[in-house]
């Protein structure tokens, strides 16, 4: 059963029915993610890149922490639902569904989504990962064992000042405007999305992509003070100078919080040696050849 609390508007209270609907449907994401775990089911504690830095003090992931449980065959049931591949939401549906904690996962950062789906993994089918990396020297390709549990981890630098929560200060070295940013989390990700795949129903074959303008709208707060969406707007797509624009990019990069997808490395055919050797997740991640 859904609680009406403090965010539902009172009788007298001034709220549209848009804002409304988005209330409720935060609601019932909220009461969505939390699980029903039997008692004695296993569970495990996962430790998140961001150390709960990013998120405000009455946020459950502010702990830095989630607690998830052990894959069953209903989340076997998620992963071969052919509708939810098809929609492209399926791995979210799974992680939703692993979460114990009550949280919200559209709060969640990318980086820390990303440490969920590793988890969510090992605890599907294990910490072993069959893959597959191509040498930087020589260019050959290994096959690779990786354990899930042991891939490094990359935090926020310790000198990295936060306005608030998720709110940081960038000063472009070009133009030395201020502006104001926060990192990319699953819910404004999903709403970039959206509003690409709008744009991508309207576009002509003459239409510019506009992705990365549309991201750079999202992320930024303000812009020397200025929180006003139509300046920011403007800003983004007439005043950011494309070598601000790269160092901008960069320092998100930076200073985001992730699950490292890198390995030790022994190249089985030159011999090079490399302690960070990228590599990638293939359809296997998930559905595991058995």
């Given at each position: 059963m859904s609680i009406v609390n403090d965010n539902y508007p009172k009788k007298n209270s001034e709220i549209s029915d848009s804002e409304l609907k988005a209330l409720a449907l935060e609601q019932y994401e909220r009461n969505q993610s939390i699980q029903q775990v039997p008692a004695g089911f296993p569970t495990e504690v996962l430790s998140l890149p961001s150390e709960g830095k990013v998120y405000a003090e009455n946020n459950d992931l502010s702990s830095g922490k989630i607690e998830m449980k052990y894959m069953t065959a209903r989340e076997e049931d998620i992963l071969t639902s052919q509708n939810l591949i098809k929609q492209g939401v399926v791995l979210d549906k799974l992680m939703q569904s692993l979460i114990v904690s009550p949280i919200k996962f559209n709060d969640l950062i990318i980086g820390d989504k990303n440490a969920i789906m590793i988890a969510a993994r090992v605890l599907g089918y294990g910490k072993n990962y069959e893959t597959s990396v191509t040498c930087p020297k020589c260019k050959e390709v290994s096959e690779l064992t990786v354990d899930l549990t042991n891939l490094p981890v990359k935090k926020i630098p310790e000198d990295v000042i936060q306005l608030a929560p998720n709110v940081f200060e960038f000063t472009l070295p070009v133009s030395?405007?201020?502006?104001?940013?926060?990192?990319?989390?699953?819910?404004?990700?999903?709403?970039?999305q959206h509003e690409l795949d709008a744009a991508k129903k309207k576009a002509t074959k003459?239409?510019?992509?506009?992705?990365?303008t549309?991201?750079?709208?999202?992320?930024?707060?303000?812009?020397d003070g200025d929180t006003n969406p139509e300046k920011i707007k403007h800003f983004v797509e007439n005043e950011l100078f494309a070598a601000d624009s790269r160092e901008f990019r960069k320092y998100i990069k930076?200073?985001?919080?992730?699950?490292?997808?890198?390995?030790?490395?022994?190249?089985?055919h030159c011999g090079h040696e490399s302690e960070a050797c990228a590599f990638e997740l293939?359809?296997?991640f998930f559905w595991p050849n058995a």
């Open positions: 030395k405007r201020v502006i104001t940013f926060s990192l990319l989390t699953h819910g404004t990700d999903r709403k970039i003459d239409s510019v992509n506009r992705e990365l549309t991201r750079l709208r999202h992320l930024i707060k303000s812009v930076d200073i985001s919080p992730d699950q490292k997808m890198e390995v030790n490395f022994n190249c089985m293939d359809t296997n």
